[in-house]
Structures are given as structure tokens and as C-alpha cells.
């Protein structure tokens, strides 16, 4: 059985506190090796992923990863972030770099992923299972593939623990990826991210800013079924459930799952698999 993991991320309003509750029950039985939470970049939402991360643990049972990111903060800021999530007993760490936060004109102490990673391992040891971000397709802000790469390995021999590859639709961008980067020397697992299909104009949009490319064919057929509510949610399930087979009969050490805090979407992926 591949093991799976879930991200969520940090709820602001009451209903969207009842949303995660209730997607958390319904993904509790596939029995997620972790789940993570997002960073809530700047101010007040600070505290919403440590919230949150608190509450997945106590109230659902998970062991839970905050995402950590360490552009806009200050040393003793992740310091003390640091401790908090190691009193609150987390094992696991996704180290981010981040996006700077609207309205913050530096980048704060730490400026890239390898250096946040390092001033963990410095603070903290071998405490924290320590996962980073890889791109398969590229980071949409570096200068080229290869020094994409490189970046990778960088973070890599500051001390990570694994990989989470940002989403996407192509496994031989995956496959090649981890090529790539094995002969470079990088030997740690890399998990591929998975987002099930739930809004494909939402999808389009933010595959856009992120890099993310979605196969022309994907969209065309999307495209065709109009508004075929249903064939959408087949199609889309069995695209994403192929994909995922054929990652795991290739090697994947395992999967990560994007839920957008949401069940149905990747229940029906999983019930495919």
C-alpha cells in the first residue's frame, strides 16, 4: 500500500472551521502517514497555521506538518515558531522560502529555503523531519531549468529530509525531474503533489501563476463537456487516479495530496486507485 498525505490550510471563519473539520473525518480512514498546513504569510495570520496545526492533532489525531517559510521574518520570529511547533510535539517541517508578504518591502533574515533549513538544523538538529519544495516543471522564477536544479540540490545538502513536487499533469516531467537530480547526488525521497480536479477555471487560473502546465488535451476535453457537471468529476477523477498509478508503478516513494480542504475530490481519486 502507498502511503499518502494530505495538506490543508489554515481556516479563518467559522465555516470554514466546520469545512475542515469535516473533510478531516472523511479523509481520517484512508490513514495519511501526515497531513500538513500552509503558511499564512504576514500579520495576524501567523497564528493560523500553528492554530490549526494544534488542532489537527488533538482533535482529528494526525500527525501534522506546518508549512514554514521564512521570507518577510526575522531569526528570532522562526525561532520562536520553532518552538512552538516542537512544544506542540510536530516531527515534521515543510520549509519554504514563501512569496514576500504584500506591503513588505525586505525579504527578512533567512532568503532562501537552504538558508531556513540550515538555521533549523542549527537550532534544532535532527529533530524535524525536514520535506522542501521541488518543481518538475520548473520554478516560474528561475533562471533556467538547469540552475533550477542546482537550487534543488543546494537545499538538498543543507540538511532536507525529502522532497514535495509542486503539482502537475505530466508524469514525465516527474520521472525526468528525479532523473536529474539522481545524478546530481540527491538521494532523498521525492514525493509528487497531486491536485485533484475540483474547479477547472480555478485550476486554469492558478496553474498560471504557479507554473503548473495543464496538457492541451486535458483542457480540450474539459472544454467539450461544457456543463456535464458529472462527466467533469469522472473525467477529472480518472485523469488524476491514471496519473497517479502510473507514478507509483514507476517508483514514487509516495503521494502528497493538494485537498484545497476539500474531501470529495480526492476520496474520488483515491476510490479509483
Request: charged residues 25%; glycine residues 8%.
Amino acid at each position: 500500500m502507498t502511503a499518502i498525505s494530505f495538506e490543508f490550510y489554515p481556516p479563518k471563519t467559522d465555516e470554514q472551521r466546520t469545512q475542515l473539520d469535516r473533510t478531516a473525518e472523511k479523509l481520517k480512514q484512508h490513514a495519511p502517514e501526515y497531513v500538513s498546513c500552509t503558511f499564512g504569510a504576514g500579520g495576524s495570520t501567523l497564528s493560523y497555521t500553528s492554530e490549526t496545526v494544534r488542532h489537527l492533532k488533538q482533535s482529528h489525531g494526525f500527525e501534522a506538518a506546518p508549512h514554514l517559510s521564512c521570507m518577510g521574518g526575522s531569526r528570532e520570529e522562526i525561532r520562536e515558531l520553532l518552538r512552538l511547533y516542537r512544544a506542540l510535539g510536530c516531527k515534521r517541517i515543510v520549509a519554504l522560502r514563501g512569496d514576500l508578504p504584500s506591503g513588505m518591502g525586505h525579504h527578512g533574515d533567512l532568503r532562501y529555503a537552504s538558508d531556513l533549513i540550515a538555521f533549523i538544523r542549527a537550532e534544532h538538529g535532527d529533530h524535524f523531519h525536514l520535506e522542501v519544495g521541488a518543481y518538475p516543471e520548473t520554478h516560474p522564477q528561475a533562471d533556467d531549468a538547469f540552475s533550477d536544479l542546482r537550487h534543488f540540490k543546494t537545499k538538498i545538502d543543507a540538511g532536507a529530509n525529502a522532497a514535495i513536487t509542486q503539482y502537475f499533469y505530466n508524469p514525465d516531467a516527474y520521472f525526468r525531474f528525479v532523473d536529474d537530480v539522481r545524478r546530481l547526488g540527491v538521494t532523498v525521497p521525492i514525493v509528487p503533489g497531486i491536485m485533484p480536479i475540483s474547479n477547472f477555471t480555478q485550476l486554469k487560473r492558478f496553474s498560471e501563476s504557479c507554473g503548473a502546465e495543464i496538457p492541451r488535451w486535458v483542457g480540450k476535453r474539459m472544454q467539450a463537456l461544457g456543463d456535464d457537471a458529472d462527466g467533469i468529476r469522472e473525467f477529472a477523477a480518472d485523469l488524476v487516479a491514471t496519473m497517479c498509478q502510473r507514478l507509483i508503478a514507476g517508483g514514487a516513494p509516495s503521494l502528497h495530496f493538494y485537498t484545497l480542504n476539500l474531501a470529495k475530490p480526492t476520496q474520488a481519486v483515491l476510490s479509483r486507485m
